[in-house]
Each structure stands twice: as structure tokens, then as C-alpha cells.
């Protein structure tokens, strides 16, 4: 269960306040894989970082209940000067889970090769998220934070990040931003619209992406 309580976040930008939260009561319900679906600068990634607690919001607060992951796709938890290597072992020691164990997983899983015991500030956009893509599928949670990851990379490896999703969604719920209706409906069973501030909740799946089509016109 992940509860929004009086959520709001806003952004002054050239000058202007821009709201992007406006006062968020809404509860979602645990064991679900949610789209959440909205234009580009509705504030998704912003509500994946709230929820995850990287980003403070202006007021109010999320309630939840279980572990929640750090928005996979978004790097910004991770050390640049810190080899990824290094970065999945600590990431290992915050979360409680055997490091060596953890490491041998992302290693294998990212394919980055000899670039895995080099320093971040090195990696590519895509090899970034294939490390920390990795490194989050390497860990139990209850609740995935998905940021479009599971489109980096070649086929082949966008097959095999797909696999391993699914496989974590026998167990645990998601929340996905992915701008691909056909792997919103592969992997996600409801939604969520975030549009003008607000968030609506859909146990309809096809409701929710109708109603971001409709927003979207």
C-alpha cells in the first residue's frame, strides 16, 4: 500500500511557479503493477522520486507499507566517481542484502564488461541504466519504480530485462512510466493519469490509457 497524503511539488522555472503535484489524497493498492501515464513534463519521474524519497515534496507526505525500490532508469543515487562495481556494493550494504551475491548478479545481468570496474562518470546514458537497472532487479522490493527502462539496450537485452521484470512481478507490485502502450499492457493490470497536478486512479487498465489518449488530443 503507497498513500499520497495532501502531496503537493512544485518548480519555479524562468521566474514562474510551476505546480507539478497539487495536493495528492489518493491510496493505491499493494500487489498491483500501475502505468502511470501522462504528457511529457507532467512530473512522472517527480512523483517515481517522491515516492521513492529522493526528492522532498513541497507538502504533505507518502505513506507506505513494504519495501520500495529507487526509480530504476534514473541514476542519480549512484556515484559517478565510484566504479559500478563499487556503487552495487554499496547499494548492497543500504539495503541489507549479501554484497558479493548482489555484485555477481549485476555483473552478470548489465553486460558492461570490463567497463562494470570502471568509474560511472565513464558510462553512457544506456550503460547507466543497465547498471542500475541491474542492480534493482538484483534486490527484492515490494514495489519497482520503472522509469522506461526496460527499453535500453539491443533487443536481445531488452528481451532478457523484460524476462527478469516479469519474473519479479509474480511477487511484487510496480509502478512504470513506459511511453510504450504494448509494454504498458504486457506488464501493467491498472493505472494511474497524472494530468494538470492530479492523479487518477484506473483498476481498468484500458480506461487509464483511453483517458491519457483523451488528454493527449
Not at 549479501?98 to 550503460?127: C, I, N, Q, T, W
Not at 501493467?188 to 481498468?204: R, W
Amino acid at each position: 500500500m503507497i498513500r499520497f497524503e495532501n502531496l503537493s511539488k512544485s518548480f519555479w522555472i524562468k521566474g514562474e511557479r510551476k505546480i507539478v503535484l497539487d495536493n495528492l489524497n489518493l491510496t493505491l493498492p499493494a500487489g498491483q503493477s500501475l502505468a502511470l501515464l501522462g504528457r511529457n513534463g507532467a512530473g512522472k519521474s517527480t512523483l517515481l522520486e517522491i515516492i521513492a524519497g529522493t526528492l522532498r515534496p513541497d507538502h504533505g507526505r507518502v505513506v507506505s507499507e513494504g519495501t520500495i525500490s529507487w526509480p530504476v532508469g534514473l541514476a542519480a543515487s549512484f556515484h559517478r566517481d565510484l566504479t559500478g562495481a563499487e556503487n552495487v556494493r554499496f547499494i548492497a550494504r543500504i539495503y541489507g542484502v549479501d554484497s558479493d551475491d548482489l555484485v555477481a548478479f549485476v555483473e552478470e545481468f548489465a553486460e558492461l564488461g570490463k567497463s562494470f570496474h570502471m568509474p560511472m562518470r565513464s558510462y553512457s546514458s544506456g550503460m547507466r541504466s543497465r547498471l542500475t537497472f541491474g542492480a534493482s532487479m538484483g534486490i527484492r522490493f515490494d514495489t519497482y519504480l520503472v522509469d522506461e527502462v526496460t527499453a535500453v539496450g539491443d533487443a536481445a537485452f531488452r528481451r532478457k530485462s523484460q524476462a527478469v521484470f516479469a519474473d519479479r512481478m509474480q511477487l511484487s507490485g510496480a509502478i512504470m512510466v513506459n511511453h510504450s502502450m504494448r509494454q504498458v499492457r504486457e506488464f501493467c493490470n491498472a493505472g494511474l493519469v497524472l494530468e494538470g497536478g492530479k492523479v487518477k486512479y484506473y483498476s481498468d487498465l484500458d480506461e487509464a490509457i483511453a483517458a491519457h489518449e483523451r488528454d493527449m488530443e
